[in-house]
Every structure is written in C-alpha cells, then in structure tokens.
C-alpha cells in the first residue's frame, strides 16, 4: 500500500479503519506518486532469462531523468525517481503530455533526455541538470531541448496495471502514447534468447 501511494498517513488510516483487508483495497492514485521499482542486477544475459521464465522485454537505457507522470484531464503533474514534484522544471513535457496521452486519467514513466538544439543528438544526463532550477526555466527550456522516452504505464482510465502481468503494460502505453519525435514509447524487444 506504501509502494503504491508512498503516503503512510493515508495507510495507517486504512489499516486503523478497516486492518489488511483495508490495505487489501489500496491502489494507485492519479496526483499521487508511486514507489519506483528498481532494477535487480543479475550477473548475465541467460541468468536474466533463466530468472523470467525464458522470455523478458529488453529496453535501451537512456542517460535522462526518470519522470512519473500523472494526467487528469488536461492537469499534468511530474514526479521524479524521490517522488519530489518536479512539474514547473518540464513545462515542455507537461504540453507534451497534454497533446499526446490519449487517455483521460493516466500514469506513465519514463526517461527525459536532452537533445543537442542543432542536432538532434541525445546529449549525456548532466546536460539536464541547468533544467533543475527555481527561476529561468523558460530559458533553460529554450537552451535544453528534451525528449520523453516513455517506458512503462501504470494506470489508464481507471485501470490500475500493476495489478496485471507486465507484458499488458508496453501494450497499453502504446495505445495511448500517440506521439512524435519529442515524445514517444522507448526502444525495447521482447527477447527470447541471449543473442
């Protein structure tokens, strides 16, 4: 419940009102920043494998910031990998997210990039850093050109896909992501094998 709504007050109020069965009901919440999964580091390729089954999805790895993604409506909201809300630092992601989410309500992660204003290189992740700031940020926005590479969907239209297997999540994201070259789904294949 915590990973889900990273608010202890909201589940102690749950478990106070209703003991796990309570807690059992939790799910996610447009406005409200989920816990990120983390990566497990295993030593190879096969072991990777081995570990799911035989199949997995393989993504590039981006050098951005990771951004969660919450739209209600036309409201967008931006948290970052602490859950601290990072919105007025993106406005060109948040216009973004505005034009191409095709859903009401959704969450989405993923990874933002600079991207060099002359030519179109993804540029290393200390080049968004000017982009954290308080004052100047159309400026930096001007100067720092970026591109979202969405990678996962945790929540459509009232859908919480946590709940289901992985492998619904690519597909719903790309359902709803209609975008272009300044935001759109990250590169990824389902693999089968170690080659």
Known sequence: ????TSDLGDVAAAVAAGGLERIRKVHVVVGKPIRPMLAERLGDPAEILNKLGGRCIAEYKYDGERLQIHKKGKDVEIFSRRLEKITAQYPDVVDLARRHLK???AIV???VVAVDPETGDLRPFQDLMPRRRKYGIEEAVAQIPTTLFAFDAIYVDGRDLTQGPYQQRPQALARILKGNERFRVATYAEA???D
Not at 1 to 4: G, T
């Open 1 to 4: 419940a915590y990973n889900l």
């Open 103 to 105: 859903a009401d309500d």
């Open 109 to 111: 992660e993923g990874e």
């Open 192 to 194: 089968a094998s170690v």
